[in-house]
């Protein structure tokens, strides 16, 4: 099976009610990094009239997680209806194929390093 | 303590949506209208009612498509249609269809509260307005008390006119009023033409359903209550509408019925005797408390959102301890007073300058049936938690049908020709102060949409702030 990586950068605000709803979509596993960062607007805030001139790196969440890619467009249209507020800073998200995945405790590997497994 | 309000937790459930949707769609104004309807043409108006509120139905989901791209947007279609057509037809739809057409539809509803109430307490010579403006005191007051006192007066006015809308209805339908049946045709016209001809009339039975949008941040589950809240609440008044249709067919002569101003009262006396004209009356003060309260919370925060997006002045976007923009309510609220005082909401002219408003209304709707094909067209990838289905079908069926009600707003040609005329005035005015207003204060060329991201940005409080003094910056380096 085919498996698919997906990197969600967001507001540190939006990582509660983010986590929740993945769960809900059926996703147990998921990694989350701290962060800070800024994109095209440098971190300028929308409400601001000037665009900084330097970057302004702002406190983001990065939620990297694993998703078969059978699966993998359902899941983006979930997150992007889940993260959607219209404004600036919603996030992005990264989309990158991955080769092989390991469970070190039992040697599994692909898919099967993912779900519960009977061992 | 502003933000604090502003970012407090929805606690407004799809009771509250729906409570605000029938408050505002259900007027006395509407019974009267749907008295003369079915007088005209008898029950077959309930065909006219049902194109209506399809059409209404189909708004109300174009509606809630924009709601879910352009979220918890205070002022609502303004705001689409800055995004969509820019601030001149911004400006006209919002003040034109919505602003000055509902304190003038609110002031009358107000009178006709204080004409009720002057007819049913016979004892005391208490003069018609001064019900209205003890009326208007209270709700402003209430309104100044936040969403929490909204959301109970709401539940318990709506509700009230619900259930007893409801019974009376259902009473008349099953013949079982304690009056004396009346015998009469049911149909007295099947030719579409006349059926087609009063669906502009049928129209203003179902207006309103959108007042729901602007206090969607405080709804729970907002992606589903909101048009669900709109969709049934439209349905609730339809089921409303033609019970009480079948029972005026069974309890109240077509003639009589045609000549009454106060047709919802007649039926009452002709069905229950004197307990009906009372519970009749309480109906109406539910009706009109309702309405007016839906409408001074609901256009004072579309005000809000019009000042936020520059369209008015900044003072408007105030808001007071309890989140309440009480700039806005004092100033729409004070208007009708002004309004009920003079005596203007009581006279003739100003039930055809309704008639003329539901015009400017009917374009408004028209105008956010088009926002939805051009933000489809601009951003077909944006994610949107609600999307009218059938593509732009939908969506054009709804531009097309409304055009076709404006055509049939009135059965009388030379009525319809005045309308006409009004509104051509009427948007003549608007149009000399929006291109003053966009072109002096917010510097704005006329027709051109703005960003998205802009239109959304500017709903933040501290967005008027930053470019105030980007202005401010720009002058002084002029200088």
């Known amino acids: 099976m085919k498996l698919s990586r997906v990197e969600i950068i967001t507001s540190t605000s939006k990582i509660e009610k983010l986590k929740n709803s993945i769960a809900r979509f059926g996703i147990s596993g998921m990694t989350v990094f701290q962060a800070m960062g800024c994109g095209v607007q440098l971190g300028t805030k929308e409400y601001e009239a000037e665009q900084n001139e330097e970057p302004s790196l702002l406190p983001k969440e990065m939620v990297m997680l694993i998703v078969p890619t059978e699966r993998l467009n359902d899941f983006l249209e979930f997150v992007k209806k889940e993260l959607y507020t219209g404004h600036i800073g919603d996030g992005k998200i990264f989309i990158s194929e991955i080769s092989n995945i390991v469970r070190v405790r039992t040697g599994e590997e692909g898919y099967d390093a993912l779900i519960s497994g009977k061992d | 303590m502003e933000a604090a309000n502003e970012t407090k937790a929805p606690n407004m459930g799809l009771a509250s949506a729906i409570a605000t949707g029938v408050g505002l769609i259900v007027a006395t104004s509407c019974l009267l209208s749907l008295g003369q309807g079915s007088a005209a043409i008898g029950t077959t108006f309930i065909i006219s009612m049902a194109i209506a509120c399809a059409l209404n139905i189909i708004t109300a989901l174009s509606m809630a498509e924009l709601n879910a791209l352009m979220p918890n947007l205070t002022g609502g279609l303004a705001q689409y ?10 400006v006209i739809a919002m003040v034109g269809g919505y602003l000055v057409c509902n304190t003038m539809i609110a002031s009358t509803e107000c009178a006709m509260f204080g004409n009720t109430l002057k007819s049913v307490i016979t004892q005391v010579n208490i003069p018609s307005s001064a019900y209205c403006i003890a009326l208007l005191v209270v709700l402003i007051i209430s309104n100044l008390n936040g969403v929490d006192v909204f959301a109970k007066i709401q539940d318990i006015m709506a509700y009230g006119l619900i259930i007893s809308l409801t019974v009376m209805g259902f009473l008349g339908m099953t013949k079982l009023g304690s009056g004396t049946p009346v015998k009469q045709p049911a149909v007295l016209s099947s030719n579409f033409t006349d059926i087609a001809s009063f669906c502009g009339l049928a129209f203003f039975l179902f207006i309103g359903c959108e007042f729901v949008i602007p206090i969607s941040n405080k709804v729970k589950n907002a992606r589903r209550n909101i048009p669900l809240g709109m969709i049934l609440s439209l349905l609730i008044v339809m089921g409303m509408q033609v019970m009480l249709v079948l029972g005026f067919h069974n309890y109240v002569d077509w003639k009589q019925l045609g000549r ?7 039926y009452g006396s002709l069905l229950l005797g004197k307990a009906g004209v009372i519970w009749m009356a309480i109906v109406s003060i539910f009706a009109v408390t309702s309405t007016v309260n839906t409408i001074i919370s609901s256009l004072s925060y579309i005000a809000k959102g019009m000042a936020k997006i520059k369209m008015l002045p900044k003072v408007f976007a105030k808001s007071n301890k309890k989140g309440a923009p009480y700039v806005s309510v004092l100033t729409i609220g004070g208007a009708m007073i002004v309004i009920n005082a003079t005596g203007l909401s009581t006279s003739s002219q100003l039930s055809f300058l309704i008639l003329t408003g539901c015009v400017f209304w009917m374009i408004a709707y028209v105008i956010s049936h088009c926002n939805v094909l051009i933000l489809r067209h601009r951003l077909p990838k944006a994610p949107r938690t609600f999307k009218v289905p059938g593509g732009p079908v939908l969506p054009l069926i709804g531009m097309i049908g409304t055009v076709w009600m404006i ?16 509104c051509l005035i009427i948007f003549a005015a608007l149009a000399v102060y929006a291109v003053i207003w966009i072109k002096k204060v917010m510097k704005r060329k006329l027709f051109k949409a703005l960003p998205l991201k802009e239109v959304m940005a500017m709903e933040n409080e501290l967005y008027l702030t930053y470019h105030d003094n980007k202005s401010e910056t720009g002058r002084q380096r002029k200088i």
């Open chain 2, 260 to 266: 009454s101003t106060t047709p919802h009262i007649l």
């Open chain 2, 81 to 90: 249609t800055l995004a969509c057509m820019g601030p001149f037809v911004s």
């Open chain 2, 407 to 422: 055509y049939n707003i009135s059965s009388n040609p030379a009525e319809r020709t005045n309308i006409y005329l009004l």
